[in-house]
RNA sequence: GCCUCAGUGGCGGAAUUGGUAGACGCACAGGACUUAAAAUCCUGCGUGAGUUAAAUCACGUGCCGGUUCAAGUCCGGCCUGAGGCACCA
């Protein structure tokens, strides 16, 4: 029909040589800032799940432009991460250079796409110029006593020699080797995210983002009120503490349990009787995966301590204590106080083996369940009298203080952040160890400290990071005493660079600082954030964790990055699966734009579906986009250079205007195409149509296919280029029509419909309705009970 | 198990938030143009009854009940699917 590749080359050329899309830090604008998370170039290419974030956004960016709005639209690279390592491990070139190369097929691709990112931003994580700053985040992290190193359990694989992450070792099981997967103990760098548990579940408040994402967010801070309670041990001046959010429920513990690794089993050795067989168990736990640990339907196992004996601080009676996984070392205090009477696993486990059950609600039937369920209180003490849950825990958290037993508690599901990866190709953490000064960060002045350049990245046999091999690039000088010492050869986890990329691209060229004050206060937060799912939680609280702390440090002037948080939907295979290679559904967008073009491939993708749900790929839906755009080239032929709008569509087309500003701005791309196609329905009905009329449609149009419209604005010259002009805007006088469809219901069904004048009355409405022949047939003979009407719409009668 | 969301024609999906269910697109069928095909254009298209054709009628938004003149939309109880959390005390 037209020569797409061309016009959209063209346009493209364009619109780079004018820098029509870079945005200014020095403008008297109003900003708006939209984000899409940035790619890691992978090898693979460009998806067409690409293909719809970035269009959606870009469909918005470029509205907002027109309408005055001074936009920040950019894009980058999440380049460390383990392919490129893994690729550069088995053809012995330095990961960089993989990386350049898939940077350059990504950019081609997205910019094959017409998307209007401002390039002169563009920023990659592994830019020694952009991790510097990462690097010096980190030494802020460690001035404000917020990262230090612990011994953690990593997964190892001992095939690959590698330490992996959850994800990477799911099941048990090495993602790269198959191989099992160990676990393995090594000092880590930590950051102390926990700290900022509340403060991360606060500044929600001040975001907009969907509900679900809130939501996920919260289940993973996993914040719970309870008492932290110390039972004294008998015959030792020591006290079991354990965390509980139902010390209501105190009278009716009847067992103790802690866990495996509880410190108390080698602390106190010599007084268990049986510490042979808690070894055992202590062994065999360790054996276990975490998936089969955590497994709710297994069988619960567990050994008592015998020796050793709990004093209930309530009522002094002795306890016996059990050692069982179902118990978690790293939440709480690694020990519970059991009451099996209301507690569904102390149930199981009591009645596995053998453990008295000592009810303190009433309610429920305790020969059969545990009752979790809300009751008065019984056998219990001080508590005796109370009716309901809150009542008594309230009772008892004052009982507990005022006694110095106790006290009240918050524990978090979230953890501090394991901050290191052994691995060669990331940020290197630029921390040095001295034998005599312990550790010291790398003087800012030193910084950044960059990977070396050496052709091999084998990690070493001990599970040390590449970078451990590489002596004169590990050996260095005592930053404090100038003596001899070592780098840090851990390296830092992917979401590092992810978690403050969005503060650079608003200075991505200042070499003094990681962002301006001044850029900072201009653009402020993120307006919009596109990104999947799969990414609501971690990365999300990663960032926001990042920032708050940032602005704790007076480094920025707000404490939550973004404003609204948005999650596109999936772009399935045709077969309605998720696109894999192996399944053979893949979907390459080059293809796509070399058949159909760009233009039509956008349109397409914002056409599919809800934006926030997945959808499966239709070619054939796509030659339909690309006929609706082959439509709009041909209704040119109809222009006859009138600069009014045609009379008869007056209405219809400041009504599509609405739609289209609204259906952009709230996400709803599919209703506004639909709209513009029922725009080009109408127009193609006429036997000729005015300039006005085209230039509006085609400008409206503009966001979702820049190219054509364009190129047709040019063609038949309509005016100055769209993207340099003011975005349409619509008559509020002209939204209604002159007449409206009547529906008239008798008992609630339909009878008739009439189109009748929008003035009309509603004494009018009911007197015309009853002169429908329809209508006539179900209310004639019979009483009118009710008439209802609803102006511009229906008149509803019942009769009987 | 808990939390969040969703369920509408053959398909993708609309429906101004209680007011004509099925917009728009795809697929399909029939027709026009053509030697023919492609492209394009026109017509039809929820199911059933009805009619030469209409008109018209009944049913219909996962299932069962409720509120209302009126329910895809609100309420109660289920079923199914997706996602998040999960032996978190």
């Known amino acids: 029909m037209y020569n797409h590749e061309k016009i959209e080359a063209k346009w493209q050329k364009r619109w780079e040589e004018e820098k029509v899309f870079e945005a200014s830090n020095d403008s008297d604008k109003e900003k708006f800032y939209y984000l899409v998370e940035f790619p890691y170039p992978s090898g693979a290419g460009l998806h067409v799940g690409h293909v719809r974030s970035y269009t959606a956004l870009d469909a918005m960016a470029r509205k907002k432009?027109?309408?005055?709005?001074?936009?920040?639209?950019?894009m980058g690279w999440d380049a460390f991460g383990l392919p490129a390592e893994q690729y550069a491990i088995k053809n012995h070139i330095?990961?960089?250079?993989?990386?350049?190369?898939?940077?350059?097929?990504f950019k081609s691709q997205i910019k094959s796409l017409g998307i209007s990112f401002d390039w002169s931003r563009e920023i990659a994580t592994t830019d020694p110029e952009y991790y510097k700053w990462t690097q010096w985040q980190f030494l802020k992290f460690y001035e404000n006593d917020m990262a230090y190193k612990a011994k953690k359990e990593i997964n190892w694989c001992p095939n690959c020699k590698i330490g992996l992450s959850n994800e990477e070792s799911e099941g048990n099981v090495c993602e790269r080797c198959g191989g099992p997967v160990e676990k393995r103990e090594k000092e880590q760098w930590m950051l102390k995210m926990s700290k900022y548990a509340d403060r991360l579940l606060e500044g929600l408040d001040k975001t907009e983002f969907l509900e679900k994402i809130k939501v996920a967010q919260v289940n993973w801070i996993g914040k719970s009120e309870g008492a932290e309670v110390d039972f004294k041990i008998k015959g030792v001046d020591d006290i079991l503490k354990v965390f509980t959010t139902r010390c209501d429920t105190l009278y009716g513990v009847t067992f103790m349990v802690i866990s495996p690794e509880h410190k108390f089993i080698s602390k106190y050795e010599n007084l268990i009787t049986n510490i042979d067989e808690i070894k055992k168990y202590q062994r065999e736990a360790a054996k276990k995966t975490e998936i089969e640990r955590t497994d709710m339907t297994k069988e619960k196992t567990g050994v008592k301590i015998e020796g050793m004996m709990a004093i209930n601080p309530v009522n002094g009676k002795e306890i016996e204590i059990w050692v069982s996984d179902y118990v978690l070392t790293n939440y709480?205090?690694?020990?519970?106080?059991?009451?099996?009477?209301?507690?569904?696993?102390?149930?199981?486990?009591?009645?596995?083996?053998g453990i008295d059950i000592i009810p303190v609600i009433e309610g429920g039937d305790i020969s059969k369940e545990a009752y979790t369920g809300d009751g008065k209180m019984i056998n219990s003490g001080v508590l005796n009298g109370c009716t309901n849950k809150k009542e008594s825990i309230s009772k008892m958290l004052d009982y507990l203080e005022e006694n110095k037993i106790g006290k009240r508690k918050v524990n978090y599901r979230l953890q501090d952040w394991v901050f290191s990866r052994q691995r060669f190709w990331g940020e290197p953490i630029p921390m040095i160890y001295c034998d005599k000064c312990g550790w010291n960060p790398v003087p800012y002045e030193d910084l950044p400290v960059t990977l070396p350049e050496v052709a091999s990245y084998e990690p070493t046999d001990d599970g040390e990071s590449p970078l451990a091999n590489i002596t004169n690039w590990v050996n260095t000088t005592c930053p404090k005493c100038k003596g001899i010492a070592k780098r840090e050869t851990d390296t830092m986890p992917n979401w590092a660079g992810s978690s403050w990329y969005y503060l650079r691209y608003m200075d991505p060229h200042n070499d003094k600082e990681f962002v301006s004050k001044k850029a900072l206060n201009y653009w402020n937060m993120v307006d919009y954030y596109n990104g999947g799912m799969e990414h609501a939680t971690r990365h999300l609280l990663?960032?926001?964790?990042?920032h708050n702390f940032l602005y704790d440090q007076g480094l920025i002037p707000y404490s939550e990055p973004f404003n609204k948080r948005v999650a596109h939907g999936m772009i399935l295979g045709p077969n309605g699966e998720k696109m894999s290679k192996s399944k053979g559904n893949v979907i390459n967008p080059d293809d796509m734009v070399k058949e159909y073009g760009a233009d039509a491939l956008r349109c397409y993708e914002l056409f599919i579906g809800d934006y926030s749900?997945?959808?499966?790929?239709?070619?054939?839906g796509l030659k339909g986009c690309k006929k609706f755009l082959d439509r709009i080239y041909r209704l040119k032929d109809k222009l006859n250079g009138s600069n009014e709008y045609t009379k008869s569509l007056e209405i219809l087309i400041n009504q599509t205007i609405k739609k289209v500003t609204d259906d952009l701005e709230n996400m709803k791309y599919n209703t506004a195409v639909s709209?513009?196609?029922?725009?080009?329905?109408?127009?193609?009905?006429?036997?000729?149509?005015?300039?006005?009329?085209?230039?509006?449609?085609?400008?409206?149009l503009n966001p979702i296919s820049p190219h054509i419209t364009e190129e047709l604005n040019e063609m038949?010259?309509?005016?100055?280029?769209?993207?340099?002009?003011?975005?349409?805007?619509?008559?509020?006088n002209k939204l209604i029509s002159e007449t409206f469809t009547m529906v008239v219901q008798v008992n609630g069904k339909v009878r008739g419909k009439i189109e009748v004048s929008t003035d009309t009355t509603e004494e009018e409405m009911k007197k015309l309705s009853k002169e429908i022949d329809n209508v006539k047939n179900y209310?004639?003979?019979?009483?009118?009970?009710?008439?209802?009407?609803?102006?511009?719409?229906?008149?509803?009668?019942?009769?009987k």
């Open 332 to 353: 709480g205090t690694g020990a519970i106080m059991a009451v099996p009477a209301h507690d569904e696993r102390d149930y199981a486990f009591a009645k596995k083996f």
């Open 94 to 105: 330095h990961p960089s250079k993989a990386v350049e190369e898939n940077i350059k097929t």
């Open 613 to 620: 749900m997945d959808a499966a790929w239709s070619e054939n």
């Open 779 to 799: 209310i004639e003979g019979k009483e009118i009970v009710k008439e209802v009407v609803v102006p511009k719409k229906l008149v509803s009668i019942v009769v």
């Open 675 to 700: 709209s513009l196609m029922i725009l080009l329905n109408e127009l193609d009905k006429l036997e000729e149509i005015t300039n006005k009329d085209y230039r509006t449609l085609l400008h409206l």
């Open 716 to 732: 038949c010259n309509l005016g100055e280029e769209l993207c340099k002009s003011s975005w349409p805007i619509y008559d509020e």
């Open 65 to 74: 432009r027109m309408q005055g709005y001074n936009v920040l639209y950019p």
């Open 542 to 546: 990663y960032a926001r964790f990042w």
